[in-house]
Protein backbone atom coordinates (compact mmCIF):
# COMPACT_ATOMS: atom_id res chain seq x y z
CA UNK A 1 0.00 0.00 0.00
CA UNK A 2 1.32 3.13 -0.94
CA UNK A 3 0.71 6.53 0.97
CA UNK A 4 1.05 10.00 0.27
CA UNK A 5 1.57 11.30 3.70
CA UNK A 6 2.96 7.86 6.11
CA UNK A 7 3.90 10.69 9.45
CA UNK A 8 -0.34 11.72 9.45
CA UNK A 9 -1.42 8.06 9.08
CA UNK A 10 1.26 6.96 12.12
CA UNK A 11 -0.46 9.82 13.93
CA UNK A 12 -3.66 8.77 13.08
CA UNK A 13 -2.92 5.14 13.94
CA UNK A 14 -1.76 6.28 17.55
CA UNK A 15 -4.49 8.38 17.89
CA UNK A 16 -7.03 5.76 17.11
CA UNK A 17 -5.18 3.20 19.34
CA UNK A 18 -5.18 5.99 21.98
CA UNK A 19 -8.88 6.50 21.89
CA UNK A 20 -9.80 2.87 21.98
CA UNK A 21 -7.68 2.28 24.67
CA UNK A 22 -5.34 -0.30 23.56
CA UNK A 23 -2.26 -0.94 24.98
CA UNK A 24 -0.07 -1.43 21.61
CA UNK A 25 -0.56 -0.36 18.04
CA UNK A 26 1.82 -1.53 15.11
CA UNK A 27 2.74 0.91 12.16
CA UNK A 28 4.85 0.44 8.67
CA UNK A 29 8.53 1.28 10.23
CA UNK A 30 10.60 4.14 8.35
CA UNK A 31 13.89 5.89 9.89
CA UNK A 32 11.39 9.50 10.37
CA UNK A 33 8.52 7.43 11.81
CA UNK A 34 11.31 5.66 14.89
CA UNK A 35 13.01 8.87 15.47
CA UNK A 36 9.31 10.89 16.08
CA UNK A 37 8.11 8.03 18.11
CA UNK A 38 11.61 7.79 20.20
CA UNK A 39 11.51 11.71 20.77
CA UNK A 40 7.48 10.92 22.41
CA UNK A 41 9.03 8.15 24.42
CA UNK A 42 11.59 10.47 25.52
CA UNK A 43 8.91 13.06 26.65
CA UNK A 44 6.52 10.47 28.17
CA UNK A 45 3.75 10.49 25.81
CA UNK A 46 4.24 6.46 25.16
CA UNK A 47 5.08 3.54 27.43
CA UNK A 48 7.80 2.18 24.67
CA UNK A 49 8.53 1.05 21.43
CA UNK A 50 10.42 -1.67 19.86
CA UNK A 51 10.85 -3.15 16.04
CA UNK A 52 8.73 -6.13 14.72
CA UNK A 53 10.15 -8.28 11.57
CA UNK A 54 7.36 -10.14 10.16
CA UNK A 55 8.35 -12.16 7.29
CA UNK A 56 9.91 -9.74 4.78
CA UNK A 57 7.74 -6.55 6.49
CA UNK A 58 8.89 -4.05 9.21
CA UNK A 59 6.61 -3.07 11.80
CA UNK A 60 7.25 -0.71 15.12
CA UNK A 61 5.35 -1.51 18.11
CA UNK A 62 4.35 1.29 19.79
CA UNK A 63 2.96 0.58 23.56
CA UNK A 64 0.61 3.40 24.27
CA UNK A 65 0.99 5.06 28.02
CA UNK A 66 -2.19 5.65 30.13
CA UNK A 67 -2.26 6.80 34.32
CA UNK A 68 -4.78 4.81 35.69
CA UNK A 69 -7.42 5.33 32.73
CA UNK A 70 -6.92 8.62 31.69
CA UNK A 71 -4.89 9.03 28.17
CA UNK A 72 -1.65 10.72 28.52
CA UNK A 73 -1.77 11.72 24.92
CA UNK A 74 -4.16 14.25 24.81
CA UNK A 75 -3.78 15.73 21.26
CA UNK A 76 -1.67 14.73 18.21
CA UNK A 77 -2.23 17.24 15.22
CA UNK A 78 0.00 17.08 11.53
CA UNK A 79 1.19 20.48 10.68
CA UNK A 80 3.39 20.52 7.87
CA UNK A 81 1.89 18.01 5.37
CA UNK A 82 2.42 17.07 1.54
CA UNK A 83 0.70 19.81 0.17
CA UNK A 84 1.99 22.81 2.39
CA UNK A 85 4.69 22.63 4.03
CA UNK A 86 5.45 25.02 7.43
CA UNK A 87 9.53 25.77 7.83
CA UNK A 88 10.50 27.53 10.69
CA UNK A 89 13.45 29.43 11.34
CA UNK A 90 15.28 28.76 15.16
CA UNK A 91 13.60 32.16 16.10
CA UNK A 92 10.29 30.91 15.50
CA UNK A 93 9.95 27.58 16.81
CA UNK A 94 5.99 27.18 18.26
CA UNK A 95 5.83 26.18 22.30
CA UNK A 96 2.70 23.92 22.07
CA UNK A 97 -0.11 25.16 24.72
CA UNK A 98 2.15 27.44 26.56
CA UNK A 99 4.93 24.65 26.32
CA UNK A 100 3.50 21.90 28.18
CA UNK A 101 2.77 20.06 24.70
CA UNK A 102 6.18 19.39 22.44
CA UNK A 103 6.33 20.54 18.45
CA UNK A 104 8.43 17.85 16.75
CA UNK A 105 10.92 19.13 14.16
CA UNK A 106 12.91 17.50 11.08
CA UNK A 107 16.24 19.83 10.94
CA UNK A 108 19.67 19.37 9.92
CA UNK A 109 20.69 17.59 12.79
CA UNK A 110 18.03 15.11 12.83
CA UNK A 111 14.40 15.23 14.09
CA UNK A 112 14.33 17.51 17.68
CA UNK A 113 11.62 18.83 19.70
CA UNK A 114 11.15 22.35 19.90
CA UNK A 115 12.89 23.21 23.08
CA UNK A 116 15.98 21.01 21.64
CA UNK A 117 15.73 23.44 18.25
CA UNK A 118 16.60 26.34 20.17
CA UNK A 119 19.22 24.53 22.15
CA UNK A 120 20.48 23.64 19.17
CA UNK A 121 20.22 27.08 17.63
CA UNK A 122 18.36 25.42 14.49
CA UNK A 123 15.30 25.40 12.51
CA UNK A 124 13.36 23.20 10.20
CA UNK A 125 9.86 21.71 9.43
CA UNK A 126 7.47 21.39 11.64
CA UNK A 127 6.32 17.66 11.58
CA UNK A 128 3.96 18.02 14.56
CA UNK A 129 2.59 18.78 17.60
CA UNK A 130 2.09 15.90 20.57
CA UNK A 131 0.62 17.32 23.97
Not at 83 to 92: A, E, I, L, P, S
Given at each position: ????????D????????N?A?????????????????K??????????Y?????G???????????I?K??????????S????????????V????????I???????G?????????????????C???
Open positions: MYLTDPIAMLTRIRNATKHEKVDIPYSKEKEAVILMKEEGYILNKEIVDNKKNIRVYIKYGENVIKGLRRIKPGRRVYVGVTDPKVLGGLGAIVSTSKVLTGKNCVKENVGGEVLYVW
